[in-house]
């Protein structure tokens, strides 16, 4: 008689095959890491004002640094054939048909590229880029640059242009938070519409203290950052919805604590992954779309923050308040 050399797990069969080995995930953040977000709001809330209060401080007295899109102007990139100074550029420059004339390097530009920026008047009659090109023949002579881009906006078309990019942000703004409010319930839209009022007077007040250009990519990354905004709301307030009606008997508050923690680590990976992209663009991507980049970043990240502690709180108190007055 044969010895057995094994023995079977209990239940199983002869011959069956062993169940496959379940993958592992990394877990960035834990399942409910059990943060109180509540508690930490009116702290967080009163951050956010100070900051924002200082941001429009220095909107209101430093002003935007407008581009030409708004202000009317030119602007030329110009390349020469070797390292030239930018003060002979700004001495060449001094010129009295041009007015308002600002020269900055080009970044990698190796000293050798430069953007000019010039206003011009609704009443002359000559181009400013013709003035220019001129201006810079005679002080470096004929073949020793060329230029590389050019664009004109008149002083009328950048008046028509700020309006409009004003009440393209204003009403996306309060569609979103007319969407939100439809697609919820009033308070949720109202903490949407504050929101997203909050993340674009902070965006703003940031690319004023930096001294960013603001133009009209500028305008169309406050824009991006009303949507991606609404993103990271809408997935808070469905998991809120879904909390209220499994466990009815539990407060609120808790519950907006326990969704905001099941939903953090989602969060993060998803505003992670954008804020990466976003920096390589501002790092790697050139005069150009400098400003473009540095408010998209500036957007997307005070965008998280405010789903968790500006937005969801407005709702917690809004539907505090509410439950009050039915009791009533």
Excluded: C
Excluded at 113 to 137: C, G, H, M, N, Y
Excluded at 218 to 231: D, I, K, M, Q, W
Excluded at 284 to 311: D, E, K, Q, R
Excluded at 317 to 328: I, V, Y
């Amino acid at each position: 008689m044969k010895a057995r050399t094994g023995s079977a797990a209990p239940g199983a069969r002869r011959g069956a095959a062993a169940p496959p080995p379940q993958p592992k995930f990394f877990a960035l953040i834990p399942p409910n890491p059990g943060i109180d977000f509540v508690r930490l709001a009116p702290r967080m809330a009163l951050l956010s004002t100070l900051i924002i209060v200082v941001g429009l401080v220095s909107v209101w007295t430093r002003g935007l640094n407008y581009g030409i899109d708004f202000t009317g102007g030119t602007v030329i990139e110009v390349r020469f054939a070797g390292p030239t100074s930018i003060a002979d550029v700004r001495s060449a420059l001094d010129h009295p048909e041009l007015r308002s004339v600002s020269v900055q390097d080009v970044v990698g530009g190796r000293g050798n590229e430069f953007q000019v920026r010039a206003q011009q008047r609704e009443d002359e009659a000559s181009s400013v880029a013709d003035v220019i090109k001129t201006a810079l023949k005679e002080r470096f002579g004929e073949g020793t640059f060329d230029i590389l881009r050019v664009e004109t906006v008149g002083p009328k078309v950048g008046r028509d242009l700020w309006r409009n990019a004003t009440f393209a942000v204003i009403a996306a703004t309060v569609m979103m938070g007319i969407y939100i409010a439809i697609r919820f319930d009033l308070p949720v839209g109202v903490g949407a519409a504050a929101k997203l009022l909050h993340d674009v007077l902070f965006t703003l007040g940031a690319i004023s203290l930096a001294g960013m250009e603001f133009d009209l990519s500028t305008v169309a990354a406050l824009l991006t950052v009303v949507g991606f905004s609404v993103n990271d709301n809408v997935i808070i307030s469905d998991r809120i919805r879904e909390s209220r009606k499994k466990n009815r008997r539990e407060s609120l508050a808790t519950l907006v604590n326990l969704s905001i923690n099941e939903t953090l680590s989602r969060t993060v990976i998803n505003s992670g992954t954008v804020v990466l992209t976003t920096t390589a663009l501002f790092v790697l991507g050139g005069p150009v779309i400098h400003s473009f980049a540095f408010a998209l970043l500036v957007g997307f990240l005070i965008g998280t923050y405010s789903s968790i502690f500006v937005s969801t709180p407005i709702v917690l108190a809004l539907e505090e308040r509410r439950t009050k007055t039915t009791r009533r």
